[in-house]
């Protein structure tokens, strides 16, 4: 990977980020040491492309840009990533959203004030990171995620309704470039969920013919994508695990009063104990009984789950700092649990075989391994912002003795851009007329090319 050592970058235009770990975490093991291992992917097809990817997640903390070189085409694609750069959202805009999001009540007119305004956000995010590339880079199209707001899986007669705000129109104006967008409603219209939608990418970005892997991204929801060794890209299994950071953020807000807005490096967790009888009730939800196809987001887990844990929590104990542990506890036990009911290799201990509720939740745990090959044969890789979570990792580490966890850094992309690139993937794969959603994932009647193109 060629990671651009560029520009020193002007005041409040955001920060780039190299593949490192996080503050207080080993470091991720990479080509030369320095973070700049070569991410190639097998295939061939035409000269090179450069595609920029634009993603905003439920984190909702701001805008990760990724371009990327790409050679050949639909599943045959090379991918490099060429440069990469998050924006903040102002606190302002992030406020606002925030208040927006489902299950909120708002005025439509604000809805439509957010769309232009985030379209203009995105642009100038694009415009920036163009301007940091060479001549030779400069992409020819860009994908976009926008910001999802409302997502609400088949909820009405079987129908999936989700909202993505950004105008992709203000987009392809700022940054002069033609822009696909709106991925989610192409797999709703066929009968899917319109999430998880970057399986495919996964597939084409981490498949081995002798390694499966988990890609687990750890943002403000956590989902995996299991890619069992030597598969297809329709065999692929994925699905939201629950709660990521969105919990654990979310306390840390209220614990802080505004000061801070995540736990860096799984510090306070690291100090605090589990609330057992807290996890065994939060574990009882029915999400995390139900069987994939299955989504979820902050209408399940966002702002009045916390506002309930809140309550919760502080009559169960007076450390602020067992509150995070326990929601770090959710997280990695909820990852671990979907793994042991529904990917192939992994097994949960007899209690969560057994019920949901009876969950053992002590932390951190020792088992005994039940690993059916060699740790090497399989691998969980972990992205997104809770991969820099170190006290999350140790105890998906213990939870899941029958894989070796690694994080995406170590593949040649920075935990904080693995979206955006995935993003610039399906972007290049629209234009191949490629489907990329996968049926058995999202529930859709049919494989689509996922997108449509605006500018």
Not at 300 to 312: K, Q, T, Y
Not at 313 to 326: F, G, K, N
Not at 344 to 363: H, I, L
Not at 399 to 413: K, W
Request: glycine share 12%; hydrophobic share 40%; aromatic share 6%.
């Amino acid at each position: 990977m060629v990671m651009r050592l560029s520009r020193k970058p002007t005041e409040g235009q955001g920060r780039r980020t190299r593949a490192k770990g996080g503050q207080g975490c080993p470091p991720p093991t990479t080509a030369e040491g320095r973070g700049a291992a070569a991410f190639i992917i097998r295939g061939t097809g035409r000269g090179a492309r450069y595609v920029l990817g634009l993603m905003a997640g439920t984190s909702c903390d701001g805008i990760d840009a990724a371009c990327v070189r790409i050679v050949g085409e639909g599943e045959a694609m090379k991918v490099r990533l060429v440069h990469h750069r998050h924006q903040p959202f102002a606190r302002s805009l992030q406020r606002r959203l925030l208040a927006v999001m489902a299950p909120s009540a708002t005025r439509t007119e604000e809805i439509a004030h957010l769309h232009v305004e985030l379209g203009e956000a995105f642009g100038l995010a694009a415009r920036r990171l163009i301007g940091e590339l060479g001549r030779r880079e400069r992409p020819s199209v860009i994908g976009l995620s926008g910001q999802t707001v409302c997502h609400y899986p088949r909820v009405r007669r079987g129908r999936t309704v989700t909202l993505q705000l950004g105008s992709p129109a203000h987009v392809a104006a700022i940054a002069g470039l033609p822009v696909i967008a709106d991925f989610r409603q192409s797999d709703v219209a066929v009968g899917g969920q319109g999430a998880p939608l970057v399986p495919w990418t996964d597939w084409v970005l981490f498949r081995h013919p002798k390694i499966s892997r988990a890609v687990q991204n750890i943002g403000g929801i956590g989902n995996v994508t299991w890619i069992p060794a030597g598969c297809g890209a329709r065999q692929v299994i994925a699905f939201d695990t629950g709660p990521g950071n969105m919990v654990i953020d979310g306390l840390v807000v209220r614990i802080s009063g505004g000061r801070r807005c995540m736990d860096r490096d799984g510090r306070m967790a690291s100090r605090g104990r589990v609330l057992d009888s807290v996890l065994v009730r939060w574990m009882s939800l029915p999400f995390f009984r139900q069987r994939p196809p299955r989504t979820t987001g902050r209408e399940v887990f966002g702002e009045p789950f916390v506002a309930r844990a809140w309550r919760i929590l502080r009559a169960a104990s007076r450390a602020p700092e067992d509150w995070v542990a326990t929601a770090t506890a959710l997280t990695a036990r909820s990852i671990a649990l979907a793994y042991g009911m529904f990917l192939p290799g992994f097994v949960q201990d007899r209690g969560c075989r057994e019920s949901v509720s009876e969950c053992s939740s002590s932390f951190p745990v020792r088992r005994r391994s039940t690993e059916i090959g060699p740790r090497s044969s399989t691998q969980i890789i972990l992205a997104g912002g809770g991969s820099r979570n170190c006290a999350l990792r140790r105890w998906l580490e213990r939870l899941l003795p029958q894989a070796s966890v690694r994080t995406v850094d170590e593949f040649g992309i920075p935990a904080e851009a693995k979206e955006a690139v995935s993003f610039a993937v399906l972007a290049a794969a629209r234009l191949d007329g490629t489907s990329s959603n996968v049926p058995r994932v999202t529930g859709a009647s049919v494989a689509v090319p996922l997108g449509a193109v605006y500018g």
